[in-house]
């Protein structure tokens, strides 16, 4: 167990429509990461956040959205869901900003659009 | 910007026999390289990382791997392989010079046959 919670583990929507992924990081991390896993595309970053603020952004439609919360926790809100956004999508955590620092992933959360 | 390439897609190893899976980067700066695993429905699990210092680094279940600077490769090793490693592998890569975004290679699928 990595330490960092995803929820909800399975999501089956409809196309149009909006999601939002939680994710709590490790306890004592101040920096969470959002990635995509799909079949064709592989582990795509999507963005970063460190201690409430946007730190890097990678290939995150202009339809995904993310913030980082007070308390560290984290959302990814997916809309307008399109049959492709179909993936597992990571959280990931690490205690801060250095590049040194070792990410730690969550379970993931699996979301089929249909 | 960084990159990482894992060369095979598949590896083959008979249980017993030693196993490498294969990583080369590039990175404008010092690099910060890592290896994680992911088992079927899983998330990715931390294995080791290079940081600076020795070139050979252990990690997690009798895993090592090899910075090679001249080469610009990390490649992943053990000296006996297990059924139970059979998962997917990643190599993943950092850049002093761009700070937070982990750059992650494509995967290498292992597949230890008994």
């Known amino acids: 167990d990595s330490g960092v919670t995803q929820t909800p583990k399975h999501l089956i929507t409809a196309t149009g429509q909006r999601v939002t992924l939680r994710c709590s990081p490790r306890s004592g991390d101040l920096s969470v990461y959002w990635y995509q896993q799909s079949l064709d595309q592989g582990l795509q970053f999507l963005i970063q956040?460190?201690?409430?603020?946007?730190?890097a952004k990678g290939n995150i439609l202009e339809r995904f959205s993310a913030q980082q919360f007070p308390d560290l926790h984290s959302e990814l809100n997916l809309s307008s869901l399109e049959l492709g956004d179909s993936a597992l999508y990571f959280c990931?955590?690490?205690?801060?900003?250095?590049?040194?620092?070792?990410?730690?992933f969550g379970e993931g959360s699996w979301l089929t659009v249909v | 910007a960084q990159s990482v390439a894992q060369p095979e897609d598949q590896v083959n190893v008979a249980e017993g026999n030693p196993l490498t899976v294969k990583c080369t980067y590039s990175?404008?700066?010092?690099?910060?390289l890592f290896w994680y695993v992911q088992y079927p429905n899983r998330g990715l699990q931390f294995l080791l990382k290079y940081i600076t210092g020795d070139n050979l680094v252990k990690g997690s279940y009798g895993f090592e791997a090899e910075f090679n600077k001249s080469q610009t490769s990390f490649h992943l090793k053990k000296p006996s392989a297990l059924v139970s490693d059979s998962a997917l592998y990643f190599c993943a890569v950092r850049d002093d010079n761009y700070g937070q975004n982990f750059v992650f290679g494509p995967g290498t699928r292992l597949s230890v046959l008994p």
């Open positions: 990931a955590s690490s205690v801060g900003g250095v590049a040194g620092n070792t990410i730690y």
């Open positions: 990175v404008s700066g010092n690099p910060y």
């Open positions: 956040y460190y201690n409430g603020e946007e730190r």
